[in-house]
């Protein structure tokens, strides 16, 4: 078993800059891929975000992030983190990490591939 808590969100202006935090518990997150989704009101949770993969350490990134947010994890602190810059309104979100063991990039960004969900944290960007 995992649990996920995530923490870092708030209300920040356009432009500006967030840093999500994801403490993981119960098992190391060095084995599980931990993804960042997020569900904006009226819409579906969906990838768009970033991964770090489990069997290599690899990222990836939505293009509509791409060069804005970067994911990084301390395996000594079993915390992911999700740095957020130049942030715009459209990032406004409830964000939410997962882990699992996706072995696809299709499934990487799949919401059916992981076991494991934090509570969420509300990200708002004001323009």
């Known amino acids: 078993q995992v649990q996920l808590v995530e923490s870092g969100g708030g209300l920040v202006q356009a432009g500006g800059s967030l840093r999500l935090a994801c403490a993981a518990s119960?098992?190391?997150?060095?084995?599980?891929?931990i993804t960042w989704f997020r569900q904006a009101p009226g819409k579906e949770r969906e990838f768009v975000a970033a991964?770090?993969?489990?069997?290599?350490?690899?990222?990836y990134y939505a293009d509509s992030v791409k060069g804005r947010f970067t994911i990084s994890k301390d395996n000594s602190k079993n915390t992911a983190y999700l740095q957020m810059n130049s942030l715009k309104p459209e990032d406004t979100a409830v964000y939410y990490c997962?882990?699992?063991?996706?072995?696809?990039?299709?499934?990487?960004?799949?919401?059916?591939?992981?076991?494991?969900w934090g509570q969420g944290t509300q990200v708002t960007v004001s323009s």
């Open positions: 997962a882990a699992g063991r996706p072995i696809t990039t299709a499934q990487v960004m799949s919401v059916m591939k992981y076991d494991y």
């Open positions: 991964a770090i993969h489990w069997s290599d350490g690899s990222t």
């Open positions: 119960g098992r190391t997150v060095s084995i599980y891929t």
